[in-house]
């Protein structure tokens, strides 16, 4: 068969999801748009309720593309054909994907032969175009179209059918930076994602593509974390940190899971179809729907297995050596039910904890505590002082501490055990003595100390004791002490959640979950607000047996902030960091100006830091090789990009590691003791709070004697080199 090119329309078309607009229009201006025979079982052109249990889907995703495409495109087509509708859009679209022959690399709309009838597992038919003849020629006989070349989301998306064939079943996974993210933040991820070639949408079968997992550890990273990644060169990115790993898990199995609670399990009882037989209508619906699920079930166990190994191996207990607390427990009980779990105090005094009570599934809540138990702002407000705190036009942080100093010494009050049961004392920074606080002398996290206390004596002066001669009955002053606004501001510093209830951020005391011990790779996942059934939910991240202690990851925390806000620091922890400042050093002021300009073009900060290992970020190299410029380096910046890592010349990056190491012994040096000294007093007797002051000692010195030690390597290598 000979067709004459003129009678057809010839368009370029790479993807499903973008539309031929152009190609569209031209079929509305030749006016055969519904002359075209249509398949019946065209996604796009079936009613909402079809579509209800495809969510998530590929289907669904190239759905949601297109109609925002057409909604936008809609309007100039318009302008040529002014009764066009979204309908007639969409039905010239489904036109072009079903009818359409492919010929090379062109889509060849031909006016009586319909791609959507001529469908097989393999193509031996097919057009060519005629050479010195401006005609398509039907060579061979059979299927025109190798369907078996197309994923199913394709074929469905095409042509309304589906080949069986399960190795064309893909899940598809979009990644994003998170909403939460300041848009200068999403930027600045989206740029080192495309300089590295990392994609952030994928087609997953059954595993877990390593690029699927460097794309979502660096698109969670939070802004200190993104910092030492920013100029990263290598599309391999390993683990970042255990609370980075935590939030990539729980995008894994996010992304199976949307498939999986949308599309319930076909109730269709047809036998099995033979493989690589054609389906058509509800057969392919039903076949599709199979397909996603099964293959978002392999996905959900292959992302359940880096969950199991991301969480440290289970710690079961032996009850008999714990002290089992039973008045918050019955407590509970008696108000909302049966607890999973069995609160226990450490008989070596390292405090209390949550063990499981039963087996408890992986992606199932531990803890479901309901709304009425847990204590904020809300219940502030709403309590028998709430109308006062209203009239005081208080804030939200002074209106729950007000409340809780209320509470606690409330002989009826609704929390009475919970209030006993939480601790009378804290090892924070913020109750320590001046002489201990002495012991941070050098330490910024001194700073940050005075800093809180400040700031919170400055909220207690705002308020008593005016508040006090007002409502002598209300606030008595044996009651409303800054010892007792300190001692509740510990209490929220170490005891509290950030929740997202209704859409609103809030600040709750969580009665038995506030139990659960700090461990970085811990074996709880989520906590979430569960609108349904009014409650927090806390859900394991793996299976736990009976009698595991349940550990929760509290947030990507370095040591001041741990010992800050709950009193405990980890001497080994790998989000650990030295904070430092630098600045242009030059003796030349049109110099420093030029360092000062050219920091500033490439976005580069003064303010570092050093991690852990002590090694040396790129920002950090990059930031001090300008800051160093001298009147020699100027014939050598002429495209020279310093957030790439290149050095400039020699005599530069002889006098960047020279002046790091000055700043690095520098800062050494301001420490009142030596790291040596340090460690020998952590051999004798100290207090708790002197200890933890000379253990936070050493975590910085050993940060920057690291740091120290490979610089002089560095120089080292430099003079062997040159020699």
């Known amino acids: 068969m000979l067709i004459n090119s003129s009678e057809c329309l010839v368009y370029h078309h790479t993807t499903c999801s973008q539309l031929p607009a152009e190609a569209c229009v031209r079929l509305f201006n030749a006016g055969t748009l519904h002359s075209f025979p249509l398949p019946a079982g065209l996604p796009l052109m079936q009613p909402a309720k079809w579509w209800e249990p495809l969510e998530g889907t590929e289907l669904a995703v190239v759905r949601k593309q297109l109609e925002a495409q057409m909604e936008e495109f809609l309007p100039q087509l318009q302008k040529q054909h002014p009764t066009a509708t979204l309908g007639d859009l969409t039905q010239s679209l489904c036109v072009l994907l079903s009818c359409s022959v492919p010929v090379g690399s062109e889509w060849v709309l031909l006016p009586s032969i319909y791609c959507h009838e001529h469908l097989g597992h393999t193509a031996t038919a097919r057009w060519v175009t005629t050479e010195g003849n401006p005609s398509y020629r039907l060579t061979g006989e059979g299927p025109l179209v190798a369907i078996g070349d197309l994923t199913t989301a394709e074929q469905m998306w095409r042509y309304g059918k589906c080949l069986v064939d399960d190795t064309k079943t893909y899940l598809l996974a979009t990644v994003e930076v998170p909403a939460t993210d300041l848009e200068e933040m999403k930027a600045a991820k989206q740029r080192l994602l495309q300089r590295l070639g990392l994609p952030t949408t994928f087609r997953l079968t059954d595993t877990l593509p390593v690029n699927l997992l460097s794309s979502l550890r660096l698109l969670m990273a939070t802004?200190?974390?993104f910092y030492f990644y920013q100029y990263s060169s290598t599309q391999s990115v390993p683990r970042i940190s255990h609370w980075n790993e935590l939030k990539v898990l729980k995008c894994l199995k996010a992304l199976a899971t949307v498939v999986l609670t949308s599309t319930p399990p076909p109730t269709s009882t047809c036998p099995s179809p033979a493989l690589y037989s054609v389906?058509?209508?509800?057969d392919a619906y039903h076949h599709y729907r199979r397909t996603q699920r099964a293959c978002a079930e392999r996905i959900l166990r292959a992302a359940q297995s880096l969950c199991d190994a991301f969480c440290e191996p289970v710690v079961v207990s032996d009850l008999q050596t714990h002290h089992i607390v039973t008045p918050i427990s019955n407590w509970f009980?008696?108000?909302?039910g049966p607890l999973p779990v069995t609160i226990f105090e450490a008989q070596d005094g390292k405090g209390r904890g949550l063990l499981t009570a039963t087996h408890i599934n992986a992606g199932t809540p531990l803890l479901s505590i309901p709304l009425d138990a847990v204590i904020s702002v809300d219940v502030a407000r709403q309590s028998q002082w709430g109308s006062l705190y209203q009239q005081l036009s208080l804030d939200d942080d002074n209106t729950l501490v007000l409340f809780v100093i209320h509470e606690l010494n409330n002989p009826y009050s609704k929390w009475a055990p919970f209030w006993d049961a939480v601790p009378k004392q804290y090892d924070t920074p913020m109750l320590w003595s001046v002489t201990e606080l002495l012991e941070l002398e050098s330490c910024t996290l001194l700073?940050?100390?005075v800093q809180a206390k400040d700031q919170l004596r400055q909220s207690y002066d705002a308020l008593f004791p005016r508040l006090t001669h007002q409502f002598p009955t209300q606030f008595p002053a044996d009651l409303f002490t800054y010892a007792a606004f300190l001692h509740v501001r510990c209490i929220f510093d170490s005891r509290s959640f950030k929740m997202n209830i209704d859409g609103r951020p809030l600040t709750c005391l969580i009665p038995v979950a506030d139990m659960v011990n700090h461990y970085p790779d811990g074996n709880v996942a989520y906590r979430s607000y569960n609108p349904a059934t009014r409650s927090i939910e806390f859900t394991c991240l793996r299976d736990l047996p009976p009698n595991a202690e349940v550990r929760m990851n509290y947030g990507?925390?370095?040591n001041w902030e741990t010992l800050l806000y709950?009193?405990?620091?980890?001497?080994?922890?790998?989000?650990?960091?030295?904070?430092?400042?630098?600045?242009p050093n030059s003796d030349d002021e049109h110099m420093c100006n030029l360092a000062?300009?050219?920091?500033?073009s490439f976005e580069l900060p003064l303010e570092h830091f050093l991690p852990h290992t002590g090694h040396h970020p790129v920002q950090l190299l990059a930031a001090l090789r300008v800051c160093v410029l001298e009147e020699e380096d100027l014939p050598y910046l002429k495209g020279w990009d310093p957030t790439t890592g290149r050095t400039l010349s020699p005599s530069n990056e002889s006098r960047m590691q020279a002046t790091l190491a000055a700043t690095l012994q520098m800062l050494l040096d301001g420490f009142p003791t030596t790291l040596q000294e340090d460690q020998a007093a952590l051999t004798a007797d100290l207090t708790s709070h002197a200890r933890l002051a000379v253990m936070y000692r050493v975590s910085q010195k050993l940060i920057l004697t690291r740091a120290l030690a490979l610089v002089k390597m560095n120089a080292n290598r430099s003079d062997t080199s040159s020699e």
């Open 223 to 225: 802004e200190w974390e």
């Open 279 to 282: 389906l058509e209508g509800a």
């Open 333 to 336: 009980e008696q108000h909302w």
């Open 447 to 449: 700073d940050d100390t």
């Open 556 to 558: 990507l925390m370095q």
């Open 566 to 583: 709950y009193g405990f620091l980890d001497p080994t922890s790998p989000t650990d960091s030295f904070h430092f400042s630098i600045a």
């Open 596 to 600: 000062e300009r050219l920091l500033s």
